[in-house]
């Protein structure tokens, strides 16, 4: 393939969702003017993220959207040729009857329609509160080559990124709401504990798979959480190319993926050099070697 171009967006996104399709729509416009082939916004792009990680509010959660609704129409429409990822909370398998909002989770669009949808898998604290998890990671095929998708907490473990690298994937968007420590704060973000396991984590999934990760984030402040930013692309050496740091904005980089894929996988290719038969437990069957927590977390 020839080399595109992919943008990583760090930006606000409040609870106003006509403001947030809105102000998606002109990025994405301002984006496509400026040659930009994939656009990966944050998590919660559509109407903002949860307030509360500990203990949500289940009076003021996210507003929820169906995939095939008004709102993921506009943002179709505005792409074009574009490839575009967005976060957003998907309406419950049961309608919005159901007894849980819903789903955190993202769209892959273009032009041409609904490309890629992902769930978000694991729950950080008390976020099981306000949504059900999803059960799969799947890559998919897009008019930027296959890719597939992480919601912000999947990228701490490395099975989620290995599971759509295996499936083909040769680019991952990462996207986030991903805010400082709620329990040991720096007075500055870089210096953040939660700063430094986002670029951590980044570049990891990136490395150990030898694929491209296109991340996003929140910026600004949600109820008592406030975000990252930090959106970057990472090479699939584990090389940051890009980032917008703490500050909002777009992270651009335009590379032949599959040129830098290959030269990455010469001669050492992670994937195929796997020892799969290896990577077994002693445990016996049924029993979990590590004890659930009985506090909530340091996050």
């Not at 109407?47 to 709102?71: F, H, K, M, N």
């Not at 930027?144 to 759509?164: C, H, N, Q, S, W």
């Not at 400082?180 to 986002?198: G, N």
């Amino acid at each position: 393939m020839a080399p595109i171009t992919l943008g990583a967006v760090a930006a606000h996104f409040g609870r106003d969702l006509e403001r947030s399709v809105a102000k998606v729509i002109g990025i994405v416009e301002s984006a496509r003017r400026d040659g930009v082939d994939l656009l990966v916004f944050p998590d919660a792009s559509l109407g903002g993220y949860i307030g509360d990680l500990r203990s949500p509010d289940l009076t003021e959660l996210p507003p929820v959207l169906a995939t095939d609704g008004p709102e993921i129409a506009a943002i179709i429409a505005a792409a074009g040729a574009m490839t575009v990822c967005v976060g957003y909370a998907e309406v419950a398998d049961g309608g919005l009857d159901a007894p849980r909002s819903g789903y955190n989770s993202a769209v892959c669009v273009s032009g041409d329609g609904v490309l890629g949808t992902h769930r978000k898998v694991h729950q950080p604290a008390g976020e099981s509160i306000a949504y059900t998890a999803g059960d799969r990671f799947a890559a998919f095929d897009t008019p930027v080559g296959r890719m597939g998708m992480l919601i912000d907490y999947d990228k701490t473990f490395p099975e989620a990124a290995r599971a759509v690298a295996l499936d083909g994937a040769h680019v991952i968007a990462a996207l986030s709401a991903w805010p400082a420590s709620v329990t040991d704060r720096a007075s500055r973000l870089p210096a953040d504990r939660q700063s430094r396991l986002f670029d951590l984590y980044d570049a990891a999934r990136a490395a150990e798979n030898q694929v491209v990760v296109v991340s996003s984030n929140q910026t600004g402040v949600m109820g008592s959480l406030r975000f990252l930013g930090q959106a970057k692309i990472v090479g699939p050496g584990g090389e940051i190319l890009a980032t917008t740091r703490s500050k909002g904005g777009m992270a651009t980089v335009t590379m032949d993926v599959e040129a830098e894929i290959s030269r990455a996988r010469k001669v050492l290719h992670h994937l195929a050099e796997r020892r799969p038969d290896t990577y077994t437990s002693s445990t016996p069957a049924g029993t979990d070697p590590v004890p659930a927590p009985q506090t909530l977390p340091s996050v």
